[in-house]
């Protein structure tokens, strides 16, 4: 919401809820994406990015997706390609775990660590900001892999992200990528990768949330309409 400080939601969401989970830099929104609740309770919520979901990104002036240090980017519609994406974001942490999945098989691509900003609950579904730093494990490989190491390190040397925060974030990943090589924690993201619900439109949560200011063109009867 620019400007204003963003209204918070304190009850969980019911389970099918479609909401926006939304990256925000400073106060504008750098992301939002529609998202589909499978879970919200005291300890995580559970998210699914349903292949095929148009969403809002930041692009640079070039029209290529931007990066957390840039300037000058704006939201653009894009598409999410390729598979679905099922995220447990435990409440507190930085970062999420996550399973891609097949749309039609439910087979695992790969098991994946999104660092982000501790989740926060908002009227329009949730908010958190990426950090540039992921981890990825293929399934047809035993070893997590380090992903995107030298944006992370040019996110925090261009001042974006402060070096305690930094040190946390990697901190907290480091756990997460151990959790990658756990069978049972793997067996668990796979269970919630088979949670079967529609996927949720752009247009149509926009209508049905009290979006924040910047997004209100998106919106049905916007100034994009």
Known sequence: ??????????????????????????????????????????????????????????????????????????????????????????????????????????????????CQDPLRRTAWGFDTMDRELDVELPASERSPRWKDTDRFRRLVDSGHLGRHTARIIVREARTARKQLTDPGVRDALARWATCRYDAPGLARTLAARPAPDDLARFAPGGLSS
């Open 1 to 114: 919401m620019t400007g204003r400080t963003p209204m918070r939601r304190r009850e969980p969401w019911p389970a099918a809820a479609q909401v926006l989970l939304r990256h925000v830099s400073g106060r504008r929104t750098w992301c939002a994406l529609p998202v589909t609740v499978l879970h919200d309770g005291p300890d995580r919520a559970v998210l699914r990015i349903h292949e095929g979901t148009d969403w809002l990104a930041a692009f640079d002036r070039r029209g290529r997706r931007a990066h957390g240090w840039q300037r000058g980017w704006r939201l653009h519609p894009t598409t999410w390609r390729g598979d679905h994406g099922t995220y447990v974001i435990e409440w507190g942490r930085w970062y999420g775990t996550a399973v891609f999945s097949d749309p039609v098989t439910q087979r695992v691509r790969k098991w994946y660590v999104n």
